[in-house]
C-alpha cells in the first residue's frame, strides 16, 4: 500500500544493546537491505549500540563512516524518494522522484540484461550513475536494459532513468 508508511527497525550487529566482538553487518549487507527499504517504499532505521562509555564502537562508527561515503555519492537515488515505479524484482528495486527513476540492481540477471514493463513516459536517457549509458531497447510494452559488464558494481549498480514527464503515480509494474 503506497500511502501506508512503514519502516524496518535494524541493528547493525546481532542484538541491540553492544556487546564485546559482536559479529556486525558487512556494508555490501546494509547497503542491500538500505536499497530494499528504499525500494520498497519503506524507511530503514539502523540502530548502533553504544558501549558502556558510551562511544560507538570503532568497528561500527566504521560502518557508518563507509554508509555516509556511498550516501554522499549515490544518496539522490534514497533521499526523498518513493518505491518504484516498479515492484520489487529477482534483479533489486527501484525509486523515484518527478522525472527520474533509479534501478537497484543487485543480482545480474542471468541473461545481463534487466526487463521491464514500459511505465507510459518515453525514456529520455538511461546512465549508470557516475558511468556510461546504458542502452534501453523499448519493444512490445517493455523496456530492455543492457549495463556494460565494466560498469557493473559488485554490490549495487544503479542506473538512472530520466523520463520525458513526471511518473510521480504512475502504477507500479
Not at 553487518?25 to 548502533?48: P, Q, S, W
Not at 534501453?136 to 530492455?144: F, I, N, P, R, T
Request: with cysteine; aromatic share 6%.
Amino acid at each position: 500500500d503506497a500511502e501506508r508508511p512503514w519502516e524496518t527497525c535494524m541493528t547493525l550487529g546481532t542484538q541491540w544493546a553492544w556487546k564485546p566482538d559482536d559479529k556486525i553487518k558487512t556494508t555490501a549487507e546494509v547497503l542491500r537491505i538500505l536499497a530494499n527499504c528504499a525500494g520498497g517504499d519503506g524507511n530503514l532505521l539502523l540502530n548502533v549500540g553504544p558501549m558502556p562509555t558510551g562511544e560507538i564502537e570503532a568497528r561500527q562508527a566504521d560502518r557508518l563512516r563507509e554508509m555516509g561515503r556511498w550516501l554522499a555519492i549515490h544518496g539522490e537515488s534514497i533521499y526523498g524518494t518513493r518505491g518504484g515505479p516498479w515492484r520489487p524484482q529477482p534483479w533489486g528495486v527501484s525509486t523515484q522522484k518527478s522525472r527520474t527513476a533509479w534501478l537497484h540492481l543487485l543480482h545480474w540477471p542471468p541473461e545481463g540484461k534487466v526487463t521491464l514493463p514500459a511505465i507510459g513516459p518515453r525514456v529520455a536517457s538511461a546512465r549508470v550513475m557516475g558511468g556510461p549509458a546504458v542502452t534501453v531497447e523499448a519493444s512490445g510494452g517493455s523496456l530492455g536494459l543492457r549495463v556494460p559488464e565494466a560498469a557493473r558494481q559488485p554490490v549495487d549498480t544503479i542506473v538512472r532513468l530520466d523520463f520525458d514527464a513526471d511518473i510521480a503515480g504512475v502504477p507500479a509494474g
